[in-house]
């Protein structure tokens, strides 16, 4: 028993919610599902989400099956430091409106490229042509555009301090930087955030993103 984490490092809001953990230093028990060989759609995974998506959360029991709902849940459980989900009402809108965002612009923008391009073929899907490809890398740019408009000139998201937004979007950001083309070049404000969550995360990032890569390369040889 205890806090059972159900998650995977390729997943962007698995690494959100692990990287949450190691950063505020709460214990939980590692229980690795592999999305891409399809360990989530076992008939036991399948009772605790019907969904049959990482990340999930089962604390001694209580089961939550949404990324932003267990970074919520753990934040008030845990009582981590006040700037990842600020108790005061209007900095925490502030957060919750770039966290909605993010499921709906960046995360499908960035899966977009980096799923259909990379791990496609994994699920049956065909290969995109490239009028496709570059349909697709014309959204994600849409969303590069939104984030720079979103920094202004602050050091974060949501300003001067660290939230849970920038961990969550800087995941998203971090999934079609692995296909070839540079997602950066038309937007260094946004590599200059992004390289800013790498350094404030470290050495967390560097750990989560090393064994994502190695994922990726065990699949360039499969
Ligand atoms: N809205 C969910 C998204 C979860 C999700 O889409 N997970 C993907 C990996 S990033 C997955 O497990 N896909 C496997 C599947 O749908 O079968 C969250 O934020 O937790």
Same mark, same amino acid.
């Given at each position: 028993?205890? %806090?059972?984490?159900?998650?995977?490092? /390729?997943?962007?809001?698995?690494?959100?919610?692990?990287?949450?953990?190691?950063?505020? =230093?709460?214990?939980?028990?590692? =229980?690795?599902?592999?999305?891409?060989?399809?360990?989530?759609?076992?008939?036991?995974?399948? /009772?605790?989400?019907?969904?049959?998506?990482?990340?999930?959360?089962?604390?001694?029991?209580?089961?939550?099956?949404?990324?932003? /709902?267990?970074?919520?849940?753990?934040?008030?459980?845990?009582?981590?430091?006040?700037?990842?989900?600020?108790?005061? %009402?209007?900095?925490?809108?502030?957060?919750?409106?770039?966290?909605?965002?993010?499921?709906?612009?960046?995360? =499908?923008?960035?899966?977009?490229?980096?799923?259909?391009?990379?791990?496609?073929?994994?699920?049956?899907?065909?290969? %995109?042509?490239?009028?496709?490809?570059?349909?697709?890398?014309?959204?994600?740019?849409?969303?590069?555009?939104?984030?720079?408009?979103?920094?202004?000139?602050? =050091?974060?998201?949501?300003?001067?301090?660290?939230?849970?937004?920038?961990?969550?979007?800087?995941?998203?950001?971090?999934?079609?930087?692995?296909?070839?083309?540079?997602?950066?070049?038309?937007?260094?404000?946004?590599?200059?955030?992004?390289?800013?969550?790498?350094?404030?995360?470290?050495?967390?990032?560097?750990?989560?993103?090393?064994?994502?890569?190695?994922?990726?390369?065990?699949? /360039?040889?499969?």
């Amino acid at each position: 028993m205890g %806090l059972d984490i159900y998650y995977f490092p /390729a997943s962007q809001p698995s690494r959100s919610v692990v990287m949450f953990l190691k950063l505020n =230093k709460i214990e939980y028990n590692d =229980k690795l599902v592999n999305f891409i060989t399809g360990e989530q759609n076992t008939p036991e995974y399948l /009772a605790m989400n019907p969904n049959h998506a990482v990340p999930v959360m089962d604390d001694d029991g209580f089961v939550i099956c949404q990324s932003v /709902a267990i970074v919520k849940y753990l934040a008030s459980k845990y009582q981590t430091a006040d700037h990842w989900y600020p108790s005061d %009402l209007k900095k925490r809108a502030k957060v919750d409106e770039l966290l909605d965002w993010q499921h709906t612009n960046i995360r =499908k923008h960035g899966i977009g490229v980096f799923f259909y391009i990379k791990l496609g073929h994994f699920f049956g899907l065909p290969a %995109l042509t490239p009028e496709q490809i570059d349909e697709r890398y014309k959204e994600l740019d849409g969303s590069m555009t939104l984030i720079e408009c979103f920094l202004k000139d602050q =050091k974060y998201l949501c300003g001067d301090e660290i939230t849970l937004a920038d961990l969550f979007i800087a995941n998203e950001v971090l999934q079609p930087t692995k296909c070839e083309r540079d997602i950066y070049e038309k937007h260094p404000k946004v590599k200059a955030w992004i390289d800013r969550v790498r350094e404030r995360l470290n050495p967390v990032w560097d750990e989560m993103d090393g064994v994502f890569d190695q994922i990726l390369s065990g699949l /360039a040889s499969r």
